[in-house]
T-cell receptor
């Protein structure tokens, strides 16, 4: 039981490049989330998926797209990376009964 | 918009002290509150989850309380140890799928 896994762990991009961050969970959770964490700030919600086939914008969705590929996987795409997207990105899933969140180890992204 | 504040931003205590971390939120219409621990360069580990109908939760040396009406939660750590050094974050569930996080309290427990 791996919980929530994320790939890659680290990534450096040049401005304008694109990439996809991958997330998978093996806890059979319906809801999944993408957050970003910046120094001195709490985690901010980018997108979430309440169930397979649905996605919704969070607090800071601009510049990102998401895909809920199946119940296990939820990916985050940066189409044209900008330095303002330098951050640590966390994926999380939530259990249905208690609304407790479980987090992945994070992806550290630098955009130069 | 829900805002979550954690004060102090950093705290340094000698080993063995009991300590309290604070979390406040502006909108009391929350469904639950969760405390997390984050070690440097790592993800978040859930410590305690308090439902809106509960007043407190305990796990080992940790006790979290919730006062919804005043918009406050506290995390009490008894007999602190150097291994407790980490950043502690609180998060509130404000509606069905929206969670709001504080910026955390960085705790250093000195041997």
């Amino acid at each position: 039981n791996a919980g929530v896994t994320q790939t890659p762990k680290f990534q450096v991009l040049k401005t304008g490049q694109s990439m996809t961050l991958q997330c998978a969970q093996d806890m059979n959770h319906n809801s999944m989330y993408w957050y970003r964490q910046d120094p001195g700030m709490g985690l901010r919600l980018i997108y979430y998926s309440a169930s397979e086939g649905t996605t919704d914008k969070g607090e800071v969705p601009n510049g990102y797209n998401v895909s809920r590929l199946n119940k296990r996987e939820f990916s985050l795409r940066l189409e044209s990376a900008a330095p303002s997207q330098t951050s640590v990105y966390f994926c999380a899933s939530r259990d249905r009964d208690w609304y407790e969140q479980y987090f992945g180890p994070g992806t550290r992204l630098t955009v130069t | 918009k829900q805002e979550v504040t954690q004060i102090p931003a950093a705290l340094s205590v000698p080993e063995g002290e009991n300590l309290v971390l604070n979390c406040s939120f502006t909108d009391s219409a929350i469904y639950n509150l969760q405390w997390f621990r984050q070690d440097p360069g790592k993800g978040l580990t859930s410590l305690l989850l308090i439902q809106s109908s509960q007043r407190e939760q305990t796990s080992g040396r940790l006790n979290a309380s919730l006062d919804k009406s005043s918009g406050r939660s506290t995390l009490y750590i008894a007999a602190s140890q150097p291994g407790d050094s980490a950043t502690y974050l609180c998060a509130v569930r404000h509606n069905f799928n929206k969670f709001y996080f504080g910026s955390g309290t960085k705790l250093n427990v000195k041997p």
